[in-house]
């Protein structure tokens, strides 16, 4: 079957039809910081600024806080009130690839041994538009880790620009049927499909920033204690949580209760293996000290995710160089450790 | 045994995080700081069905002020009640203090994997305790004296750091009774009616010398006598594979979601909190 | 400059005058400067100074254990001056390599100018007045109080008085403090309740990731009080009201000690508009007390000490 394809001027149309049957999410700015936000039924003006939010999709399954569930006191004791049933189904249009395959990648924890039931009903439901780069920041690597910025694998459709279109890439049964149910898209020609050909390689090559992660979990593993190493990594390092909030493979949570008179409420929201109270407890914090965070951090994404899922959770969307208020590179941190032989005990 | 194979019927209103209303029918104190409380599920039904395994965790809410981690530790073969054992260090576990008898209690659980009972059979068993870490282990103790001859010899080294810190008195009064169990128990520091052993639990271990041949070490207690524990069964000859023990890290979800509890690749909640030497001992000098 | 910073460097290290040095070194993406903390005196030949050495170093100072050499920018040294006012370090363990600083260029802005994103931009130089940005090998020149950042506008110590070694010649003051101060102003001027819906607004962006306190020197609480749990001050969730509340808490917790480094503005990956607030309590600080935290080292500091008159009034 032939791709589609959909003139860029059409796409207010294109999400104005989606919005009957979905909750469409798009990039959308509010002073100056880019997320995927409820579309406002107009704008369309991304399609000239974006190039990848701040804020990564993540943000629209595992929300920032969320309300797991209510509960009340009565005479009879505590009353236990589960969340709402989720009724939204959302579209997300725009993902960039990196934050698809980062989608792809937490699902993996989300659905292993127990099922998180807020995170997936939400993810299940969801269609995922990608849209290829044609812009690359320079601190991205995607093509370093296993995506680029055209891969349409972790998306159910994927969009490439070829000028005046976007070239309509179905990639799951999801995203056929949505096209099959759409209308006023226009046929692809031979000659668009090689356009896209060609805006695939043109934005391959603009990412230049590469990573050699060859090994790496084995060098990892190697350099465990090597405290000389983590430190020097880690002097830089104002323990914020910007690199692991804002990082669209990180998923850790934090679980806290609040009560008004009889009415409470439990919330999880993000938290970040960077802050000292993570783990502390009672008698003693394993990771007391920055580099102890800091090599969890690096290990979990390049040794830990992989022994255990067989993928690195880390996608080379860049995020956690670009805004890291001291530029700490994950690049150059994961370049400089020590190869097996080098490294001390 | 993993968190996979939990049983997800026990799942209040089929939601993982959601708790289970107990109320707690009785309450002991065992030091000034440790408390054992007795519970039951308000719920009829969970009450006849619930099952679990010495060994496992469960995630309990003071409803408002928050949750926290506490082992089963009683024991399955006696079901008609439940009981945990906490002691005091924090917001939670103070909230629990000021709570009564027939006060509410959430309970999402049981979660974990749990001692390998079956492949303890016909072993001989050393059981070494600190503190409140005879917590897990008194619920797989009386599991394995509740069917005494399916296991050999049993050794049990007990420790806390005064005489009154030791918990579960009435138990170790119980086992030292017992002709078929070796009870040692001991102190950092005696005082005057103090009768029993003095010095760290790693220790006196060594001067117990429970023999490694056919023998397997269930090891839980305070972080710095686990770290001393091990190197001390070594000298005894006990492989990695030998030694087992339950880890204490934080945890919040308990079901391997939220991060916190990782040992290297392994989270505690989902992978643990029973492990044996061999699977932790790349990271335990350092992240542990 | 440079080269002298780098000389010194490497003398104060070989003659173990100093067990760190920290300085910048350049960054890994275009336009950025990035701390370097060694003990290596190799590497003290990558210590550099430019219009993009951002950070405030004395954040780094209550971490460390030693004596330290330390580049430092006017503002970086009232932070010393603060944090030993406030005992955290003591004035022989620092050797302050000072550098008279004219503004520091704020990408955000150029990149409004330039409507192009930093990394798009081909280069960015500064002959004094003027800076020059060039985009697709087209130059684009720029008045520098459209280019530097709000804080920088607003110095009133751009050369250390402090210092133990001056790299350069001090330049002149250029405080253009109605610039600087805008988007306070326009604040000010609106209505209270639009006043709230607008913290409200920017304060929904909070994600907690604590930027701004870790990035700032005068936060060097070992506890913060965010982390209590008994008593809970405010919820650990970045909801807006608690995200409101905990940076209206720190910016009283750092009022007499905030020097308006604008480190907390610039950290923020969501562009909360923080300055805004610590600048207006900066003003409040002086208004009250006559004080401006850093300025004067003999000065005690405020928040630590009380006179006669004000015990006599508190415990009547
Ligand atoms: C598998 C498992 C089994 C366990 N079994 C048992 C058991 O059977 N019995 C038992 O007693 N315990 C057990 N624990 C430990 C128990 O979970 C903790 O002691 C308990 O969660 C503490 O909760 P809390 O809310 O009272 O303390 P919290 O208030 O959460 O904190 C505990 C301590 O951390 C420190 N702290 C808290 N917040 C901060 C902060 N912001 N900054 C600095 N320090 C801070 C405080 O010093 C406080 O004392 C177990 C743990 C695990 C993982
Ligand atoms: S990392 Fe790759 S896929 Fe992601 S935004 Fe950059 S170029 Fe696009
Ligand atoms: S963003 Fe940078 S400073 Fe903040 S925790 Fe990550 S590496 Fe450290
Ligand atoms: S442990 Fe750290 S790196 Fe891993 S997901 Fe959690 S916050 Fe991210
Ligand atoms: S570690 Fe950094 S580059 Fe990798 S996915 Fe996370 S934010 Fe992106
Ligand atoms: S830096 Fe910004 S997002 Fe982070 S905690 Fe501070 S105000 Fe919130
Ligand atoms: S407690 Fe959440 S992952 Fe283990």
Redesign the pocket.
């Given at each position: 079957m032939a791709d589609k394809k959909v003139g860029k001027k059409d796409i207010a149309g294109l999400l104005e039809q989606w919005s009957q049957q979905f909750a469409v999410f798009a990039p959308s700015k509010e002073s100056g910081v880019a997320a995927m936000a409820e579309w406002d039924g107009k704008d369309i003006s991304f399609l000239d600024w974006y190039r990848n939010t701040v804020v990564p999709p993540k943000a629209i399954f595992l929300p920032p806080m969320e309300e797991l569930f209510r509960f009340q006191k009565g005479k009879e004791g505590y009353n236990i009130e589960p969340p709402p049933k989720d009724k939204h189904k959302r579209l997300i249009f725009g993902v960039r690839p990196c934050d698809a395959r980062a989608m792809a990648i937490l699902d993996m924890t989300f659905e292993q041994a127990l099922e998180d039931p807020y995170y997936l009903s939400r993810r299940k439901s969801a269609i995922l538009v990608g849209l290829g780069c044609t812009n690359p920041c320079e601190s991205c690597f995607c093509t370093s880790m296993g995506t680029s910025p055209t891969d349409q694998t972790n998306v159910d459709l994927m969009l490439i620009d070829i000028g005046d279109d976007f070239l309509i890439e179905e990639v799951t049964a999801k995203g056929k049927e949505l096209i099959a149910k759409t209308s006023g898209l226009k046929g692809a020609t031979k000659e668009d499909e090689a356009k896209a050909k060609q805006a695939k390689e043109t934005a391959y090559n603009k990412v230049t920033r590469k990573l050699d992660t060859e090994g790496i979990k084995d060098r990892l593993l190697a350099s465990f204690d090597d405290e000389e190493f983590w430190e020097k990594t880690a002097a830089k390092c104002i323990s914020c949580g910007i690199c692991t909030l804002l990082c669209p493979t990180c998923y850790c949570f934090d679980i806290n209760d609040e009560m008004v008179k009889q009415e409470g409420t439990r919330f999880r929201s993000w938290d970040s293996c960077g802050f000292?109270?993570y783990t502390?407890?009672?008698?003693e914090?394993p990771r007391q000290e920055k580099w102890r965070r800091v090599r969890q951090k690096v290990c979990h994404k390049y040794e830990f995710y992989p022994m255990t899922f067989n993928v690195i959770a880390c996608t080379g969307c860049g995020r956690c160089i670009r805004l890291c208020p001291v530029n700490w590179d994950i690049t150059q941190v994961i370049e400089s450790v020590p190869a097996r032989t080098e490294a001390k005990k | 045994m993993t968190v996979a194979d939990t049983n997800q019927e026990f799942f209040a209103q089929g939601n993982v995080y959601l708790p289970h209303i107990a109320v707690i029918e009785k309450i002991v104190e065992e030091t000034p700081g440790?408390r054992t409380y007795h519970f039951n599920f308000k719920d009829e039904k969970l009450r006849k069905e619930f099952t679990f395994q010495s060994g496992q965790?469960a995630q309990y809410s003071v409803l408002g002020?928050?949750?926290?981690?506490?082992?089963?530790?009683s024991s399955p073969t006696r079901r008609d009640h439940l009981e945990?054992?906490?002691?005091?260090?924090?917001?939670?576990?103070?909230?629990?203090n000021r709570l009564g008898v027939g006060a509410e209690i959430g309970f999402r659980g049981p979660?974990?994997n749990s001692f390998p009972i079956d492949s303890l059979k016909d072993k001989n068993l050393v059981f070494v305790g600190g503190g409140?870490?005879l917590?897990?282990l008194r619920s797989l103790i009386w599991n394995v004296l509740d069917y005494r001859d399916k296991y050999k010899k049993i050794d049990i080294v007990y420790g806390a750091r005064t005489p009154a810190d030791l918990c579960f008195k009435y138990d170790l009064e119980a086992w030292d009774k017992d002709k078929t169990v070796n009870m040692v128990t001991t102190v950092d520091r005696g005082d005057d009616g103090w009768k029993g052993k003095v010095g760290v639990v790693p220790k006196i271990l060594e001067e117990v010398a429970p023999s490694a041949g056919e023998s397997v070490a269930i090891v839980c207690g305070p972080p710095i006598m686990i770290r001393f524990t091990f190197p001390a069964l070594e000298k005894l000859g006990f492989k990695p594979e030998q030694m087992l023990t339950?880890?204490?890290?934080?945890?919040k979800c308990?079901i391997g979601k939220c991060g916190r509890?990782n040992i290297g690749n392994l989270y505690?909640?989902r992978d643990?909190?029973v492990f044996s030497y061999a699977q932790i001992k790349d990271f335990v000098s350092s992240e542990y | 400059m440079e080269q002298k910073l780098r000389q010194e460097a490497k003398a104060l290290l070989e003659q173990n005058k100093v067990d760190w040095i920290i300085g910048f070194e350049p960054g890994s993406l275009k336009f950025t400067a990035t701390p370097l903390i060694t003990r290596d005196k190799n590497d003290t030949e990558r210590l550099i100074i430019n219009p993009f050495i951002v950070n405030n170093l004395a954040d780094f100072l209550t971490g460390i254990k030693g004596r330290v050499g330390i580049v430092a920018k006017g503002c970086d040294s009232r932070s010393i001056i603060s944090l030993i006012q406030d005992n955290k370090i003591v004035r022989e363990d620092v050797v302050i390599l000072a550098v008279p600083c004219p503004g520091l260029i704020d990408l955000v802005k150029i990149e409004r100018l330039a409507g192009k994103d930093r990394d798009e931009l081909d280069d960015i130089s500064r002959d004094g007045d003027k800076v020059t940005v060039t985009v697709d090998g087209q130059k684009k020149e720029f008045a520098i109080n459209q280019t530097l950042f709000d804080h920088c506008l607003a110095c009133e110590l751009p050369t250390p008085q402090e210092y133990d070694i001056l790299l350069g010649e001090p330049g002149p003051p250029a405080p253009e403090l109605e610039v600087s101060g805008q988007n306070i102003a326009k604040l000010k001027e609106a209505l209270p309740a639009e006043r709230w819906e607008f913290w409200q607004n920017e304060f929904s962006r909070c994600i907690r990731c604590y930027a701004c306190r870790n990035a700032c020197p005068a936060c060097f609480c070992q506890?913060?009080f965010?982390?209590?749990?008994?008593p809970q001050w405010v919820m650990p969730v970045p909801r807006w009201q608690d995200n409101l509340i905990f940076q209206i808490i720190r910016n009283i917790h750092v009022a007499g000690r905030c020097t308006d480094c604008g480190e907390c503005e610039r950290v923020c990956p969501v562009n909360i508009p923080l300055r805004s607030l610590a600048r207006e309590m900066y003003g409040i600080v002086d208004e009250l007390f006559s004080f401006k935290s850093g300025m004067d080292k003999e000065a005690l500091p405020l928040m630590a000490h009380y006179e006669q008159e004000e015990a006599e009034d508190l415990f009547k």
């Amino acid at each position: 079957m032939a791709d589609k394809k959909v003139g860029k001027k059409d796409i207010a149309g294109l999400l104005e039809q989606w919005s009957q049957q979905f909750a469409v999410f798009a990039p959308s700015k509010e002073s100056g910081v880019a997320a995927m936000a409820e579309w406002d039924g107009k704008d369309i003006s991304f399609l000239d600024w974006y190039r990848n939010t701040v804020v990564p999709p993540k943000a629209i399954f595992l929300p920032p806080m969320e309300e797991l569930f209510r509960f009340q006191k009565g005479k009879e004791g505590y009353n236990i009130e589960p969340p709402p049933k989720d009724k939204h189904k959302r579209l997300i249009f725009g993902v960039r690839p990196c934050d698809a395959r980062a989608m792809a990648i937490l699902d993996m924890t989300f659905e292993q041994a127990l099922e998180d039931p807020y995170y997936l009903s939400r993810r299940k439901s969801a269609i995922l538009v990608g849209l290829g780069c044609t812009n690359p920041c320079e601190s991205c690597f995607c093509t370093s880790m296993g995506t680029s910025p055209t891969d349409q694998t972790n998306v159910d459709l994927m969009l490439i620009d070829i000028g005046d279109d976007f070239l309509i890439e179905e990639v799951t049964a999801k995203g056929k049927e949505l096209i099959a149910k759409t209308s006023g898209l226009k046929g692809a020609t031979k000659e668009d499909e090689a356009k896209a050909k060609q805006a695939k390689e043109t934005a391959y090559n603009k990412v230049t920033r590469k990573l050699d992660t060859e090994g790496i979990k084995d060098r990892l593993l190697a350099s465990f204690d090597d405290e000389e190493f983590w430190e020097k990594t880690a002097a830089k390092c104002i323990s914020c949580g910007i690199c692991t909030l804002l990082c669209p493979t990180c998923y850790c949570f934090d679980i806290n209760d609040e009560m008004v008179k009889q009415e409470g409420t439990r919330f999880r929201s993000w938290d970040s293996c960077g802050f000292p109270n993570y783990t502390k407890m009672p008698m003693e914090n394993p990771r007391q000290e920055k580099w102890r965070r800091v090599r969890q951090k690096v290990c979990h994404k390049y040794e830990f995710y992989p022994m255990t899922f067989n993928v690195i959770a880390c996608t080379g969307c860049g995020r956690c160089i670009r805004l890291c208020p001291v530029n700490w590179d994950i690049t150059q941190v994961i370049e400089s450790v020590p190869a097996r032989t080098e490294a001390k005990k | 045994m993993t968190v996979a194979d939990t049983n997800q019927e026990f799942f209040a209103q089929g939601n993982v995080y959601l708790p289970h209303i107990a109320v707690i029918e009785k309450i002991v104190e065992e030091t000034p700081g440790v408390r054992t409380y007795h519970f039951n599920f308000k719920d009829e039904k969970l009450r006849k069905e619930f099952t679990f395994q010495s060994g496992q965790f469960a995630q309990y809410s003071v409803l408002g002020t928050g949750e926290a981690t506490f082992c089963i530790s009683s024991s399955p073969t006696r079901r008609d009640h439940l009981e945990f054992a906490a002691q005091r260090v924090g917001k939670v576990t103070n909230a629990l203090n000021r709570l009564g008898v027939g006060a509410e209690i959430g309970f999402r659980g049981p979660y974990g994997n749990s001692f390998p009972i079956d492949s303890l059979k016909d072993k001989n068993l050393v059981f070494v305790g600190g503190g409140i870490g005879l917590a897990p282990l008194r619920s797989l103790i009386w599991n394995v004296l509740d069917y005494r001859d399916k296991y050999k010899k049993i050794d049990i080294v007990y420790g806390a750091r005064t005489p009154a810190d030791l918990c579960f008195k009435y138990d170790l009064e119980a086992w030292d009774k017992d002709k078929t169990v070796n009870m040692v128990t001991t102190v950092d520091r005696g005082d005057d009616g103090w009768k029993g052993k003095v010095g760290v639990v790693p220790k006196i271990l060594e001067e117990v010398a429970p023999s490694a041949g056919e023998s397997v070490a269930i090891v839980c207690g305070p972080p710095i006598m686990i770290r001393f524990t091990f190197p001390a069964l070594e000298k005894l000859g006990f492989k990695p594979e030998q030694m087992l023990t339950t880890l204490e890290k934080r945890m919040k979800c308990g079901i391997g979601k939220c991060g916190r509890c990782n040992i290297g690749n392994l989270y505690v909640c989902r992978d643990g909190p029973v492990f044996s030497y061999a699977q932790i001992k790349d990271f335990v000098s350092s992240e542990y | 400059m440079e080269q002298k910073l780098r000389q010194e460097a490497k003398a104060l290290l070989e003659q173990n005058k100093v067990d760190w040095i920290i300085g910048f070194e350049p960054g890994s993406l275009k336009f950025t400067a990035t701390p370097l903390i060694t003990r290596d005196k190799n590497d003290t030949e990558r210590l550099i100074i430019n219009p993009f050495i951002v950070n405030n170093l004395a954040d780094f100072l209550t971490g460390i254990k030693g004596r330290v050499g330390i580049v430092a920018k006017g503002c970086d040294s009232r932070s010393i001056i603060s944090l030993i006012q406030d005992n955290k370090i003591v004035r022989e363990d620092v050797v302050i390599l000072a550098v008279p600083c004219p503004g520091l260029i704020d990408l955000v802005k150029i990149e409004r100018l330039a409507g192009k994103d930093r990394d798009e931009l081909d280069d960015i130089s500064r002959d004094g007045d003027k800076v020059t940005v060039t985009v697709d090998g087209q130059k684009k020149e720029f008045a520098i109080n459209q280019t530097l950042f709000d804080h920088c506008l607003a110095c009133e110590l751009p050369t250390p008085q402090e210092y133990d070694i001056l790299l350069g010649e001090p330049g002149p003051p250029a405080p253009e403090l109605e610039v600087s101060g805008q988007n306070i102003a326009k604040l000010k001027e609106a209505l209270p309740a639009e006043r709230w819906e607008f913290w409200q607004n920017e304060f929904s962006r909070c994600i907690r990731c604590y930027a701004c306190r870790n990035a700032c020197p005068a936060c060097f609480c070992q506890r913060c009080f965010v982390e209590e749990t008994e008593p809970q001050w405010v919820m650990p969730v970045p909801r807006w009201q608690d995200n409101l509340i905990f940076q209206i808490i720190r910016n009283i917790h750092v009022a007499g000690r905030c020097t308006d480094c604008g480190e907390c503005e610039r950290v923020c990956p969501v562009n909360i508009p923080l300055r805004s607030l610590a600048r207006e309590m900066y003003g409040i600080v002086d208004e009250l007390f006559s004080f401006k935290s850093g300025m004067d080292k003999e000065a005690l500091p405020l928040m630590a000490h009380y006179e006669q008159e004000e015990a006599e009034d508190l415990f009547k």
